[in-house]
């Protein structure tokens, strides 16, 4: 909390302070738009809330955003959910995203790094040349504005291609990374019915090849909308019958035709599950992910062209979103496909040093595993261009932060940062003229007003309550798919506070005006950023017939490590043996993700419910924290309450 941490572990001095973009953006701003001129990034910030139009209106400005057809106003109706924004404009984001190819043709626009860690550069001119092949052929196989193209793709400059290309045509992108089975693929894709699907035969991860042509053709078997299916030999193998080739959908040398389409027309669709049914698909706008990103990028990660910007990330996660849209500040992305920790733990550093990264973001759970296995980046690679080094996926502890400090460099940004898949983008983190405090996020984002709220919705300060933000941001989903009357997407962030979206966070908003994030306040499983709903894991470990029932919580330690047990209630006359445990590690494996394979498989006499029969997860989760019986459970709510004194029993002897 603010008293706790008086001085700052870093500061940027004034040198930088004058270079940043964001610095500049204001003083423009202030003779542009009545921006206060004094008073730094807080009275920034105020205005930015304050005068929600007047900012937005200021980005697209700055950032010089293409609009094809103008804009009525900024901002029609404000109300939450279903803002309207930028209404009668017409854009196209790919357009924006390839930008820097029409001044900056042979210099990288990516660097694609494996296993090996070697570094292939991809130039702008290259890259346009092929989304320009590309998206011609997407318009010839009849894929018109609209249409999903899906990708069961790792990270690798084909998926960037391909994304740009279906935004290109005004098509609706999805993907998701290879390791995902095909339950957890078919349980997204089937959602949006994909008329294109971009596949790999495999990938390689941990100095192994993984086969995934079974999976594949599982997948066109079972998504009958395809019309297409394109392949992309990453293990060598021959196209499978009826599949088209990469390499010829991509060989032309063709002048991309980008199609003008309304600021509001849906660009991709992002996965994220809650605790019961299908994954939430998550639909964000061109325009609102265009100028959303731009803030985010531009402003807070202060990246332009004489950056390299590389996150650790996979194609399933919304972080790879959001490092493609590094492309559109002119910014030169590091795509790095493989294991984090491969051929050791210190893996992500070499990368950084090789391609010579001034912003390396990567999970804290990363940072830990490194100071934990004695990592001595500074010692042994040379990151003298590493300006930022930012972390997500789950907040990063105090001793993170030190062990960057120290382990790195003293003179180091360090930019924890938290948002969402929801938005694609962070609530809160970075601002390259604020000081870093320990354990603390810098401030809340520009146009975004952060707030901490009490049950009754009352404003807090320095003290810990739901994360809420009171005004529409331009990337909040403009609908979720298959939810014709909104009423999934408002029940998910607005039925505790009407008109105010609350994200699941339990965070705490200082005097000083940092952040600091608590984890997750609903039980949604959060594995190295990835998000899972249980039900995706109760669905597939509650297929063998031993398991009568089970229950998973996902629990963040004060280490800042994340214990995910599952607890399973046996049927009558099975046993938890070496076997069992065997097969339910391996289906959650196969079926759905490696990540998510528990960290602990414990027996159980039953799983507690509500009256109503839902399994009850957040109380568990609360009590396995060390919150006391009385605090974490309303009794009454509960179909069998000596059962909880079972989970009680566990968190105290892990205590």
Not at 34 to 39: I, K
Not at 352 to 362: I, K, P, Q, S, V
Not at 504 to 532: A, E, F, K, P, Y
Request: contains cysteine.
């Amino acid at each position: 909390m603010s008293t706790e941490n008086p001085q700052p572990l870093w500061q940027p001095d004034p040198a930088r302070i004058a270079q940043a973009r964001i610095t500049a953006f204001q003083a423009w701003a202030a003779a542009h738009h009545d921006a206060p001129a004094e008073g730094g990034y807080a009275a920034l910030h105020r205005w930015s809330v304050e005068e929600l139009d007047t900012f937005w209106q200021a980005i697209t400005e700055w950032f010089d955003v293409r609009f094809s057809t103008p804009y009525a106003r900024v901002l029609g109706d404000r109300a939450m959910p279903g803002a309207q924004w930028f209404p009668g404009a017409t854009l196209n984001y790919a357009e924006h995203a390839l930008r820097a190819s029409e001044s900056r043709a042979d210099e990288p626009a990516l660097l694609h790094v494996d296993e090996t860690h070697d570094v292939t550069p991809v130039t702008w001119a290259e890259l346009r040349r092929q989304v320009g092949s590309l998206a011609a052929e997407l318009r010839s196989l009849g894929v018109r504005p609209g249409d999903r193209v899906s990708g069961y793709l790792p990270n690798v400059p084909q998926a960037v291609v391909a994304l740009l290309a279906t935004a290109a045509v005004g098509g609706v992108w999805t993907s998701c990374a290879p390791d995902f089975g095909a339950r957890s693929v078919l349980d997204r894709f089937q959602q949006v019915e994909p008329v294109v699907l971009f596949t790999v035969d495999g990938y390689r991860y941990g100095g192994k090849e993984h086969d995934r042509r079974d999976v594949v053709a599982e997948l066109r078997r079972e998504l009958p909308t395809l019309r297409a299916v394109v392949h992309i030999p990453l293990l060598g193998t021959e196209a499978p019958d009826g599949a088209l080739d990469w390499s010829a959908l991509t060989s032309a040398d063709t002048e991309p035709v980008f199609d003008q389409v309304p600021f509001d027309h849906p660009l991709w669709v992002l996965y994220s599950s809650g605790t019961t049914g299908l994954p939430k698909a998550i639909v964000q706008s061109q325009g609102g992910i265009l100028v959303e990103h731009l803030k985010q990028l531009g402003l807070h990660c202060d990246l332009g062209p004489e950056d390299r910007f590389f996150w650790y990330t996979s194609t399933g996660w919304m972080m790879w979103n959001f490092l493609v849209s590094g492309l559109l500040t002119g910014t030169t992305i590091v795509l790095y496909d493989g294991s984090p920790g491969y051929p050791d733990t210190g893996a992500q550093w070499r990368i950084a040093e090789r391609t010579g990264a001034t912003l390396y973001g990567t999970s804290a759970a990363y940072v830990m595993a490194c100071r934990k296995a004695d990592v001595h980046p500074s010692r042994d690679f040379d990151l003298s261009a590493v300006k930022c080094v930012a972390t997500t996926g789950s907040p990063l502890p105090p001793d993170g932060f030190r062990w960057l400090h120290d382990e790195v460099r003293d003179d180091l940004w360090i930019a924890s940062v938290s948002g969402g898949t929801d938005v694609c983008s962070c609530f809160a983190g970075a601002v390259p003229t604020l000081p870093v405090h320990v354990g603390e996020l810098q401030a809340p984002g520009l146009g975004t007003d952060l707030q901490s709220w009490d049950p009754s919705g009352k404003h807090l300060t320095d003290e810990v309550g739901e994360l809420v933000v009171t005004n529409p941001m331009p990337s909040m989903p403009i609908r979720f798919w298959n939810d014709p009357d909104g009423s999934r997407y408002h029940d998910s962030y607005f039925d505790t506070y009407p008109g105010v979206w609350r994200h699941g966070d339990w965070i705490t908003i200082t005097s000083r005006g940092s952040v600091v994030i608590h984890g997750r306040s609903d039980s949604t499983l959060n594995r190295q950023g990835v998000r899972m709903g249980s039900a995706d894991i109760y669905e597939a470990v509650e297929r063998l017939p031993e398991i009568r029932e089970s229950l998973v919580i996902g629990v963040e330690q004060p280490d800042g490590g994340y214990w995910m047990p599952l607890f399973v209630h046996l049927a009558p006359g099975a046993t938890l043996d070496e076997d069992l445990l065997d097969r339910i590690k391996q289906t959650i494996r196969r079926q759905l993700s490696p990540r998510h394979v528990p960290d602990e498989i414990i027996e159980v006499p039953g799983v507690p419910h509500t009256l109503t029969g839902k399994r009850i997860e957040v109380p568990v989760k609360r009590l396995l924290q060390g919150t006391p019986l009385e605090k974490a459970v309303n009794p009454g709510s509960i179909d069998n309450l000596d059962l909880l004194a079972f989970y009680e029993e566990i968190a105290r002897n892990r205590a």
